[in-house]
């Protein structure tokens, strides 16, 4: 299942490309990160607790960066295992400069194997479409977070929920007109 | 109360108080055939939607599968094997057999407790009342024909010596 | 079948409750369980701790409002709404839809407050509560909140229902003049629902919730003549899922068809 | 919604039976079943015992990298793990039926190197808890290498397409062309040709109520496995698992008491069987195994798939149907097992009910990356006769000819019993015409046209629908030579022993293995009859136990074939016991002979003094305890006889693919009469008959039941059952929340009726039955097709017609239309 949009950013390519180009900082974006352990520069780990609702979907998740154009382009693997189910995630994002500000192009095509798959068919494109939008919400604010910072970034793990981002709140769900939108 | 892994119940099955030390996880109908013994109760899917694991708990039809035995602490069980007493069969019982409304038989202690269900709450149903009564126990081998036709007959004393 | 392990805590006060799913991460309510015990099965997503409510007797109840609305307490079950007079004289859609959930072993222990929290697309109350303008009671440890349909279904099993919280109570205003309606194409004889819809009318306008053709249900204001439905429902620019039961296009279809059947059927039980 | 159960009385073509047979009697099984006291296979404890968890591919086709058990050996209460590299080191592969390349697939009872389908087996772990099982396959590691999944049967054979079995070079299972009569012939002299493009006839299953399993002992000093299984055909499970497993067929023993369901469906667990019984050996103790309705739907026997391509039917202007050719294609999933048999049994009803005589087919098997097939109720032939069923409606619409006169025309008459088929079968009996008669009265057939206005005017569209069909039951095994000319399997045969012990009771013993069809009952009343007892004198042992020496090399119960083979070993055991009781009371009651000695409640006795009687008790006692002195005439006299039933059948012709395949033919026309919502394509059955002839009932209650279960398979199948696979090869519809089977509100109104033809091949005139249930999905898709007659004319061309399937030939009939053409001559 693919997804994909564009969304803007009020900071400058640079900024947004640091956060996105960390993996410390992009495991930070995703939710219900339990750990997290750099392999070496391209490839690392991390064990995540999705929450999805009723309950939490535990995965181990290898990433691989596949490609890197700084500060433009980038492309990502990602596979992981849980019970009865794998993902395999490949994403990629394009930055350009928009006004003083910075416009991303974004697509990831996400599949899900296994008994999961078999069993949560009709939902699994709507949870999807709710992780991905969670992401960008947590991208969102640490863009902009990051232009407020002088020290480090956040700790390897922190994630979108850690950083009082709920995934009922406004951030996370408002009506984007940006917002993921599945295709084929 | 903090949250436990393990706990001791007492559920009051078929009239006997029955006390085990039970984990939080496992689902009232493995307790029922795993720990009590009671195999007349079946497992036939993994969802809840079968209704092979039908029992009453508290003058209540539920399915066995969808309630963890913690659940039923301080509860009050009936399964098929209350059915029979020493008068002999439960009328339902006579009925079912009388209209060949059982062939393999792995859904009836399900379909029978459903059935009683509805006959405590509904003496006199109608067959449409029979057919919703039941929607929730899958047969595969009879069509519900002869079954409708059972519960129909247990209802009007309709049944053979 | 073989859940993972899990703890287990039943509270004897909403307090209680409250208290024990803010202190415990990964916690959940367990009302029914009907779909969270299923869940469990598949062990794909499952909570740490269920906190379960069956003693909370207060959330059992049913109770006609000043208005002439209905509050129902979370853990209300089907069963309990199939018999209600107070529900069939304020709103007797939820009598018809109640029985029309799954099976009588599941409508007697299943709950309209697990209904709407697990909120699964196929689930029937999630567009009858929207359509009807229903208000949900939320209490967290800094005391309650009250959240409208409209807003409380944010995702395929997400509510507005945070962390440390509960849902303990559904308010259904009084029934305008025109009355509400459902229609749904299920698989079978009240089966799963492939496409659904709740409309409120009210004189000239309708509400109109659709249910399966999103992750949350789909709010329409509408005239009432068919045209007008059919013209909002295509207006609305739905990009409903597609699965072995239908694909995007068929449910896409429906919509307008259950939507135009569940404004014309309003009032039809009042 | 109202229903009734009308019953048709029979019309009785002989004289009915005397005594119990032909009444419905009260079952033996149900105060047991009714009580919750029948014994399941998950019933069966033993102490110690592992429970079993199978961890399984989330793959539908990977290499498998690596395994790693560490972390679940290491597991609290965990006994211990098989991996697929264990199972290729202790066992052999399975013997495959078919020749090469089908020949070569290797299949062991774990993954060995790969993955073939999602759920694929591929570490077992036994643990202490059923719980504790599942948490340590949780912690088992596989890596595997994802490869591309083969989907689709029709390019399955495709240049460059992934290859399952690497070992067979070729998705290629077996093919074969059948071609009887001459069919080039019969297009010269058609006044018009239909051709048809493609027909596809859906997978599904009747997925028993039951899942499998089975509790696994092994005996360390005598080298023996104990299987307490609900597997419905030891025989040929052993046939499969002896070999592989390197030991004696005797070293083998199944035990079963009740089966909640099986349809066909627990046919092929051989393979999990194994695996429990290296699992029991290697840790000592025994294995416990209960499948979840999840596994049986992802991994354990769909029904297969087939698709018709290229169809041509010659017909002449009155309507006779000429013969028919075309390309079949059939699914039969990852792994081939019991299916290369699909490829051939089809053919026992080659013409399906019609006399056309000209028939070609080309047809091939294929493997792909779904669950693998096996029997399922109506096997092999319910695809044939759907096909053929599905010819008759779409040459009748095209021809515009009325579908009831067609049938008439075509039917195999009455008169024409036995009747040969092209391919040299021999229908035994039946009246094809005066079933479907029965069943168009059934439904108001006369009222036809007046209620299709009244649906009209309430917005609806109206169809009827006929599903002929026909039940073959008693299999010929000498047709697996078709297949493969060096199997060295033939005919069929099931054992009974019937015994007079002690005490004066008389005990049966099946070779069956009964899931519902009330064996324990109707053996009864065979019984009673001959020895002039009750059936409730006679204690019919519950199940099956292959060391009760009532077993033979095609026991089971499977393939329609109780009424015959099962009744005809029953009445040939109880008969010699009848002759030995007789023998011995003529000897004892001073008799002239045997023949001066009836047996009539529960004595021997002198038909010219009935005074001078021995009760059933003396008889058992005198020869089991009490025999000093008696005749030596009288050595043979056990009063426990064991007879084994064979039908009278001749290897084929291999090289012709000609003979009888089965002995036994019975009959099933339903009519079904449905509405449908133009708008949603929703359809609802408003009327339904079904009309059954299987010859002489023994038990007519018992029949119905089967008549009205297999409808029920029917409808389900043809309404709302499916196995669907994604682009990634997972099954969508892997438990009963997408896999709707009919509930009670579900069904519509039955209505059954009945006329008995009786065989003339059978020592009972019965026929094997049960299987009929095809005849449902036939009629509803020709009632689907019927109604749509005014909305756009579309073509059914496919088994399955969900709701959103019937809205796409409403939407879109040209798509449907476009596959078919008649050519004018």
Same mark, same amino acid.
């Given at each position: 299942?693919?997804?994909?949009?564009?969304?803007?950013?009020?900071?400058?390519?640079?900024?947004?490309?640091?956060?996105?180009?960390?993996?410390?900082?992009?495991?930070?974006?995703?939710?219900?990160?339990?750990?997290?352990?750099?392999?070496?520069?391209?490839?690392?780990?991390?064990?995540?607790?999705?929450?999805?609702?009723?309950?939490?979907?535990?995965?181990?998740?290898?990433?691989?960066?596949?490609?890197?154009?700084?500060?433009?382009?980038?492309?990502?693997?990602?596979?992981?295992?849980?019970?009865?189910?794998?993902?395999? @995630?490949?994403?990629?994002?394009?930055?350009?400069?928009?006004?003083?500000?910075?416009?991303?192009?974004?697509?990831?095509?996400?599949?899900?194997?296994?008994?999961?798959?078999? @069993?949560?068919?009709?939902?699994?494109?709507?949870?999807?479409?709710?992780?991905?939008?969670?992401?960008?919400?947590?991208?969102?604010?640490?863009?902009?977070?990051?232009?407020?910072?002088?020290?480090?970034?956040?700790?390897?793990?922190?994630?979108?929920?850690?950083?009082?981002?709920?995934?009922?709140?406004?951030?996370?769900?408002?009506?984007?007109?940006?917002?993921?939108?599945?295709?084929? | 109360?903090?949250?436990?892994?393990?706990?001791?119940?007492?559920?009051? !099955?078929?009239?006997?108080?029955?006390?085990?030390?039970?984990?939080?996880?496992?689902?009232?109908?493995?307790?029922?055939?795993?720990?009590?013994?009671?195999?007349?109760?079946?497992?036939?899917?993994?969802?809840?939607?079968?209704?092979?694991?039908?029992?009453?708990?508290?003058?209540?039809?539920?399915?066995?599968?969808?309630?963890?035995?913690?659940?039923?602490?301080?509860?009050?069980? /009936?399964?098929?094997?209350?059915?029979?007493?020493?008068?002999?069969?439960?009328?339902?019982?006579?009925?079912?057999?009388?209209?060949?409304? $059982?062939?393999?038989?792995?859904?009836?202690?399900?379909?029978?407790?459903?059935?009683?269900? $509805?006959?405590?709450?509904?003496?006199?149903?109608?067959?449409?009342?029979?057919?919703?009564?039941?929607?929730?126990?899958?047969?595969?081998?009879?069509?519900?024909?002869?079954?409708?036709?059972?519960?129909?007959?247990?209802?009007?004393?309709?049944?053979?010596? | 079948?073989?859940?993972?392990?899990?703890?287990?805590?039943?509270?004897?006060?909403?307090?209680?409750?409250?208290?024990?799913?803010?202190?415990?991460?990964?916690?959940?309510?367990?009302?029914?369980?009907?779909?969270?015990?299923?869940?469990?099965?598949?062990?794909?997503?499952?909570?740490?701790?269920?906190?379960?409510?069956?003693?909370?007797?207060?959330?059992?109840?049913?109770?006609?409002?000043?208005?002439?609305?209905?509050?129902?307490?979370?853990?209300?079950?089907?069963?309990?709404?199939?018999?209600?007079?107070?529900?069939?004289?304020?709103?007797?859609?939820?009598?018809?839809?109640?029985?029309?959930?799954?099976?009588?072993?599941?409508?007697?222990?299943?709950?309209?407050?697990?209904?709407?929290?697990?909120?699964?697309?196929?689930?029937?109350?999630?567009?009858?509560?929207?359509?009807?303008?229903?208000?949900?009671?939320?209490?967290?440890?800094?005391?309650?909140?009250?959240?409208?349909?409209?807003?409380?279904?944010?995702?395929?099993?997400?509510?507005?229902?945070?962390?440390?919280?509960?849902?303990?109570?559904?308010?259904?205003?009084?029934?305008?003049?025109?009355?509400?309606?459902?229609?749904?194409?299920?698989?079978?004889?009240?089966?799963?629902?492939?496409?659904?819809?709740?409309?409120?009318?009210?004189?000239?306008?309708?509400?109109?919730?659709?249910?399966?053709?999103?992750?949350?249900?789909?709010?329409?204001?509408?005239?009432?003549?068919?045209?007008?439905?059919?013209?909002?429902?295509?207006?609305?620019?739905?990009?409903?899922?597609?699965?072995?039961?239908?694909?995007?296009?068929?449910?896409?279809?429906?919509?307008?068809?259950?939507?135009?059947?569940?404004?014309?059927?309003?009032?039809?039980?009042? | @919604?109202?229903?009734?159960?009308?019953?048709?009385?029979? /019309?009785?073509?002989?004289?009915?039976?005397?005594?119990?047979?032909?009444?419905?009697?009260?079952?033996?099984?149900?105060?047991?079943?009714?009580?919750?006291?029948?014994?399941?296979?998950?019933?069966?404890?033993?102490?110690?015992?592992?429970?079993?968890?199978?961890?399984?591919?989330?793959?539908?086709?990977?290499?498998?990298?690596?395994?790693?058990?560490?972390?679940?050996?290491?597991?609290?209460?965990?006994?211990?793990?098989?991996?697929?590299?264990?199972?290729?080191?202790?066992?052999?592969?399975?013997?495959?039926?078919?020749?090469?390349?089908?020949?070569?697939?290797?299949?062991?009872?774990?993954?060995?190197?790969?993955?073939?389908?999602?759920?694929?087996?591929?570490?077992?772990?036994?643990?202490?808890?059923?719980?504790?099982?599942?948490?340590?396959?949780?912690?088992?590691?596989?890596?595997?290498?994802?490869?591309?999944?083969?989907?689709?049967?029709?390019?399955?054979?495709?240049?460059?397409?992934?290859?399952?079995?690497?070992?067979?070079?070729?998705?290629?299972?077996?093919?074969?062309?059948?071609?009887?009569?001459?069919?080039?012939?019969?297009?010269?002299?058609?006044?018009?040709?239909?051709?048809?493009?493609?027909?596809?006839?859906?997978?599904?299953?009747?997925?028993?109520?039951?899942?499998?399993?089975?509790?696994?002992?092994?005996?360390?000093?005598?080298?023996?496995?104990?299987?307490?299984?609900?597997?419905?055909?030891?025989?040929?499970?052993?046939?499969?698992?002896?070999?592989?497993?390197?030991?004696?067929?005797?070293?083998?023993?199944?035990?079963?008491? *009740?089966?909640?369901?099986?349809?066909?469906?627990?046919?092929?667990?051989?393979?999990?069987?194994?695996?429990?019984?290296?699992?029991?050996?290697?840790?000592?103790?025994?294995?416990?195994?209960?499948?979840?309705?999840?596994?049986?739907?992802?991994?354990?026997?769909?029904?297969?798939?087939?698709?018709?391509?290229?169809?041509?039917?010659?017909?002449?202007?009155?309507?006779?149907?000429?013969?028919?050719?075309?390309?079949?294609?059939?699914?039969?999933?990852?792994?081939?097992?019991?299916?290369?048999?699909?490829?051939?049994?089809?053919?026992?009803?080659?013409?399906?009910?019609?006399?056309?005589?000209? !028939?070609?087919?080309?047809?091939?098997?294929?493997?792909?990356?779904?669950?693998?097939?096996?029997?399922?109720?109506?096997?092999?032939?319910?695809?044939?006769?759907?096909?053929?069923?599905?010819?008759?409606?779409?040459?009748?619409?095209?021809? *515009?000819?009325?579908?009831?006169?067609?049938?008439?025309?075509?039917?195999?008459?009455?008169?024409? @019993?036995?009747?040969?088929?092209?391919?040299?079968?021999?229908?035994?009996?039946?009246?094809?015409?005066?079933?479907?008669?029965?069943?168009?009265?059934?439904?108001?057939?006369?009222?036809?046209?007046?209620?299709?206005?009244?649906?009209?005017?309430?917005?609806?569209?109206?169809?009827?629908?006929?599903?002929?069909?026909?039940?073959?039951?008693?299999?010929?095994?000498?047709?697996?030579?078709?297949?493969?000319?060096?199997?060295?399997?033939?005919?069929?045969?099931?054992?009974?022993?019937?015994?007079?012990?002690?005490?004066?009771? !008389?005990?049966?013993?099946?070779?069956?293995?009964?899931?519902?069809?009330?064996?324990?009952?109707?053996?009864?009343?065979?019984?009673?009859?001959?020895?002039?007892?009750?059936?409730?004198?006679?204690?019919?042992?519950?199940?099956?136990?292959?060391?009760?020496?009532?077993?033979?090399?095609?026991?089971?119960?499977?393939?329609?074939?109780?009424?015959?083979?099962?009744?005809?070993?029953?009445?040939?055991?109880?008969?010699?016991?009848?002759?030995?009781?007789?023998?011995?009371?003529?000897?004892?009651?001073?008799?002239?002979?045997?023949?001066?000695?009836?047996?009539? /409640?529960?004595?021997?006795?002198?038909?010219?003094?009935?005074?001078?009687?021995?009760?059933?008790?003396?008889?058992?006692?005198?020869?089991?305890?009490?025999?000093?002195?008696?005749?030596?005439?009288?050595? *043979?006299?056990?009063?426990?006889?064991?007879?084994?039933?064979?039908?009278?059948?001749?290897?084929?012709?291999?090289?012709?693919?000609?003979?009888?395949?089965?002995?036994?033919?019975?009959?099933?026309?339903?009519?079904?009469?449905?509405?449908?919502?133009?708008?949603?394509?929703?359809? /609802?059955?408003?009327?339904?008959?079904?009309?059954?002839?299987?010859?002489?009932?023994?038990?007519?209650?018992?029949?119905?039941?089967?008549?009205?279960?297999?409808?029920?398979?029917?409808?389900?199948?043809?309404?709302?059952?499916?196995?669907?696979?994604?682009?990634?090869?997972?099954?969508?519809?892997?438990?009963?929340?997408?896999?709707?089977?009919?509930?009670?509100?579900?069904?519509?109104?039955?209505?059954?009726?009945?006329?008995?033809?009786?065989?003339?091949?059978?020592?009972?005139?019965?026929?094997?039955?049960?299987?009929?249930?095809?005849?449902?999905?036939?009629?509803?898709?020709?009632?689907?097709?019927?109604?749509?007659?005014?909305?756009?004319?579309?073509?059914?061309?496919?088994?399955?017609?969900?709701?959103?399937?019937?809205?796409?030939?409403?939407?879109?009939?040209?798509?449907?239309?476009?596959?078919?053409?008649?050519?004018?001559?």
């Amino acid at each position: 299942m693919k997804v994909e949009g564009t969304r803007s950013y009020a900071a400058a390519r640079e900024r947004v490309w640091a956060v996105l180009n960390d993996p410390a900082e992009m495991a930070g974006l995703m939710p219900g990160v339990e750990s997290f352990e750099l392999v070496d520069d391209t490839h690392w780990k991390a064990k995540v607790k999705v929450p999805l609702g009723l309950g939490a979907l535990r995965m181990s998740i290898d990433f691989e960066k596949a490609e890197s154009r700084p500060p433009e382009h980038a492309r990502l693997q990602a596979k992981g295992r849980g019970v009865g189910a794998i993902m395999s @995630m490949a994403t990629q994002f394009h930055l350009s400069e928009e006004g003083n500000g910075t416009a991303m192009r974004w697509e990831a095509d996400v599949r899900i194997l296994g008994q999961v798959a078999s @069993m949560g068919q009709r939902v699994i494109q709507p949870i999807v479409n709710q992780q991905v939008e969670n992401v960008l919400a947590a991208l969102d604010a640490r863009v902009m977070a990051k232009g407020t910072e002088t020290g480090a970034p956040p700790e390897a793990g922190a994630s979108a929920a850690e950083q009082g981002i709920h995934p009922g709140s406004p951030e996370a769900y408002s009506d984007e007109p940006e917002g993921p939108t599945p295709s084929a | 109360m903090e949250p436990v892994t393990s706990m001791r119940v007492g559920v009051t !099955v078929n009239g006997a108080l029955h006390e085990r030390e039970v984990e939080a996880r496992r689902l009232l109908v493995h307790f029922v055939r795993d720990d009590l013994g009671l195999t007349g109760t079946h497992v036939g899917c993994d969802t809840g939607n079968c209704g092979a694991c039908t029992v009453i708990l508290d003058g209540v039809a539920v399915k066995s599968c969808m309630l963890l035995a913690v659940q039923a602490d301080g509860s009050s069980l /009936e399964t098929v094997e209350s059915l029979a007493s020493d008068d002999g069969l439960h009328a339902l019982q006579q009925a079912f057999s009388d209209h060949h409304a $059982l062939q393999c038989g792995y859904c009836t202690p399900g379909m029978l407790m459903s059935a009683k269900h $509805l006959l405590d709450h509904n003496p006199e149903p109608t067959e449409n009342e029979i057919r919703r009564a039941i929607q929730g126990n899958i047969c595969r081998c009879t069509g519900y024909v002869n079954i409708v036709e059972a519960i129909a007959a247990a209802a009007k004393g309709e049944v053979s010596a | 079948m073989l859940l993972s392990e899990v703890g287990y805590a039943r509270p004897a006060s909403v307090d209680e409750a409250v208290r024990l799913l803010a202190e415990n991460e990964g916690a959940r309510p367990l009302a029914g369980g009907q779909t969270i015990v299923n869940v469990m099965k598949a062990r794909a997503a499952a909570p740490d701790v269920l906190v379960d409510l069956a003693d909370l007797s207060d959330l059992r109840r049913i109770a006609a409002t000043a208005d002439g609305g209905v509050e129902l307490g979370a853990l209300v079950t089907y069963t309990q709404i199939l018999t209600s007079a107070e529900v069939k004289a304020a709103r007797p859609v939820l009598v018809d839809v109640s029985g029309q959930i799954a099976d009588v072993q599941v409508r007697n222990r299943g709950t309209v407050g697990g209904n709407v929290c697990s909120n699964d697309p196929t689930n029937h109350l999630p567009p009858v509560l929207v359509a009807a303008g229903a208000t949900l009671t939320i209490v967290g440890r800094d005391g309650d909140r009250t959240v409208p349909a409209e807003d409380f279904f944010l995702g395929v099993y997400m509510t507005a229902v945070g962390p440390g919280e509960l849902l303990t109570k559904i308010t259904l205003p009084p029934l305008p003049g025109g009355g509400d309606g459902f229609s749904a194409i299920t698989i079978g004889a009240d089966g799963t629902c492939i496409v659904s819809a709740a409309a409120t009318v009210d004189g000239e306008r309708a509400r109109v919730a659709l249910g399966c053709v999103a992750a949350t249900p789909v709010l329409l204001e509408t005239g009432c003549d068919e045209a007008s439905v059919r013209e909002a429902v295509r207006g609305a620019g739905l990009d409903p899922p597609s699965d072995v039961h239908g694909s995007a296009e068929y449910r896409r279809h429906l919509a307008g068809i259950v939507a135009a059947r569940a404004v014309a059927s309003a009032g039809e039980d009042g | @919604m109202s229903t009734t159960a009308t019953t048709v009385a029979p /019309e009785k073509v002989e004289a009915p039976q005397r005594g119990f047979a032909g009444q419905s009697v009260p079952r033996k099984e149900d105060r047991r079943l009714v009580q919750g006291q029948g014994v399941f296979v998950d019933d069966v404890r033993r102490h110690e015992v592992g429970y079993v968890h199978f961890v399984r591919s989330p793959y539908a086709h990977a290499g498998i990298v690596s395994i790693d058990v560490s972390a679940a050996e290491a597991l609290e209460g965990v006994y211990g793990t098989l991996i697929g590299e264990e199972v290729a080191a202790l066992t052999d592969p399975f013997f495959q039926l078919s020749v090469p390349p089908g020949s070569e697939i290797k299949d062991y009872a774990l993954a060995v190197g790969k993955v073939r389908h999602l759920g694929d087996p591929v570490v077992a772990v036994a643990a202490r808890t059923r719980e504790l099982a599942r948490d340590a396959a949780e912690l088992v590691e596989v890596e595997y290498e994802p490869l591309d999944p083969v989907l689709d049967p029709e390019h399955a054979l495709d240049d460059g397409a992934p290859v399952l079995h690497e070992d067979a070079g070729s998705n290629l299972v077996w093919s074969g062309t059948f071609d009887w009569g001459d069919f080039d012939a019969a297009l010269a002299e058609a006044d018009r040709v239909v051709r048809i493009d493609r027909l596809h006839f859906d997978r599904f299953s009747s997925t028993p109520l039951e899942t499998s399993g089975a509790l696994v002992e092994y005996d360390k000093g005598t080298g023996q496995w104990t299987l307490h299984t609900n597997n419905q055909f030891p025989g040929f499970a052993i046939i499969m698992m002896g070999p592989a497993l390197r030991t004696g067929m005797d070293k083998l023993r199944f035990v079963s008491q *009740d089966i909640g369901g099986g349809f066909g469906n627990k046919i092929c667990t051989h393979p999990q069987l194994v695996a429990l019984c290296l699992l029991a050996r290697k840790l000592g103790r025994p294995v416990q195994w209960t499948e979840w309705r999840t596994d049986q739907h992802t991994a354990n026997s769909h029904g297969n798939e087939r698709v018709f391509l290229d169809v041509e039917v010659p017909v002449r202007a009155d309507g006779t149907m000429l013969g028919f050719r075309c390309k079949a294609i059939d699914d039969c999933g990852a792994y081939s097992r019991y299916e290369p048999l699909g490829c051939i049994i089809w053919a026992q009803v080659t013409p399906g009910l019609y006399r056309w005589r000209n !028939v070609h087919i080309d047809f091939s098997q294929v493997c792909t990356n779904k669950s693998p097939c096996g029997p399922n109720r109506g096997y092999s032939r319910m695809q044939h006769l759907w096909f053929t069923e599905r010819l008759i409606d779409i040459v009748a619409h095209e021809l *515009d000819l009325d579908p009831v006169e067609i049938r008439k025309r075509n039917y195999i008459k009455a008169e024409e @019993m036995p009747y040969e088929t092209p391919n040299g079968c021999v229908y035994d009996s039946g009246d094809y015409e005066r079933c479907l008669e029965i069943a168009l009265d059934l439904v108001g057939y006369g009222s036809l046209e007046e209620r299709r206005r009244d649906a009209e005017s309430r917005g609806r569209l109206l169809g009827l629908g006929i599903g002929s069909t026909l039940d073959s039951g008693t299999n010929n095994f000498g047709q697996s030579q078709l297949l493969n000319p060096d199997l060295q399997f033939s005919g069929n045969n099931e054992v009974a022993t019937v015994k007079l012990d002690i005490f004066g009771e !008389v005990v049966v013993t099946l070779g069956t293995t009964p899931q519902g069809q009330s064996h324990e009952t109707v053996a009864s009343q065979v019984v009673a009859d001959i020895l002039g007892v009750t059936p409730d004198d006679v204690r019919v042992r519950a199940g099956h136990d292959t060391y009760w020496n009532s077993h033979a090399g095609f026991s089971g119960t499977y393939a329609s074939q109780f009424a015959v083979t099962g009744l005809g070993a029953v009445k040939g055991a109880t008969e010699a016991l009848a002759d030995q009781i007789r023998r011995l009371a003529a000897v004892i009651l001073g008799a002239d002979g045997p023949e001066e000695i009836e047996l009539a /409640e529960g004595f021997a006795r002198r038909r010219d003094n009935p005074e001078a009687a021995l009760p059933f008790m003396a008889c058992g006692a005198i020869v089991n305890a009490n025999n000093a002195g008696l005749p030596p005439e009288l050595d *043979d006299v056990t009063l426990n006889c064991r007879y084994v039933y064979k039908p009278p059948f001749q290897v084929p012709d291999k090289e012709r693919k000609f003979g009888n395949l089965t002995l036994t033919y019975a009959t099933q026309i339903h009519a079904c009469v449905i509405e449908v919502d133009p708008e949603t394509g929703v359809y /609802e059955i408003v009327d339904y008959a079904a009309v059954d002839d299987c010859g002489t009932r023994i038990h007519p209650q018992i029949v119905e039941g089967q008549v009205h279960g297999a409808t029920a398979h029917g409808l389900g199948a043809a309404m709302f059952e499916t196995f669907p696979y994604d682009e990634d090869g997972t099954l969508l519809t892997s438990n009963f929340y997408d896999y709707h089977v009919p509930h009670a509100l579900d069904m519509p109104p039955l209505k059954t009726g009945a006329i008995e033809s009786p065989s003339p091949f059978t020592s009972l005139g019965t026929k094997g039955m049960g299987e009929g249930g095809g005849a449902g999905i036939h009629a509803v898709c020709a009632a689907i097709q019927d109604a749509l007659r005014g909305a756009g004319n579309a073509i059914v061309t496919d088994s399955h017609n969900p709701y959103h399937r019937v809205w796409e030939l409403l939407r879109d009939p040209e798509a449907s239309r476009a596959l078919v053409r008649v050519e004018t001559r």
